[in-house]
């Protein structure tokens, strides 16, 4: 989860999802999209930088989702984008 990365500032790790084909047996992937407010802010809280400096910018909601949907899919690199 790329908002807990963010909002930890670095904390919790986001991993990169990856899915293994198995021949034998079939798979079925439910896609689950969870957003807030898109007026609300994404960045770290508050009370994280008070003793380490944020790593990542604040941003509107609406503007972190408009990154992830104009973004590649290529890795890290939504994550790169909102470093400072």
Same mark, same amino acid.
Request: no cysteine.
């Given at each position: ?8 500032? +670095? ?16 798979? /079925?992937?439910?896609?689950?999209? *969870?957003? +807030? ?5 994404? +960045?770290? /809280? ?6 380490? @400096? ?20 290529? +890795?890290? *690199? /939504?994550?790169?984008?909102? @470093?400072?």
């Amino acid at each position: 989860m790329l908002y807990l990365h963010i909002m930890s500032n +670095g904390e919790y790790k986001s991993i990169e999802h990856r899915a293994v084909v198995n021949p034998e047996k079939e798979r /079925l992937s439910i896609a689950a999209l *969870h957003y +807030g407010n898109k007026n609300a802010q994404i +960045g770290p /809280l508050p009370d994280l930088v008070k003793t380490n @400096k944020a790593l990542y910018k604040t941003i509107p909601v609406e503007e972190f989702l408009n990154l992830k949907l104009s973004s590649k899919i290529d +890795g890290k *690199h /939504l994550l790169n984008l909102m @470093k400072i």
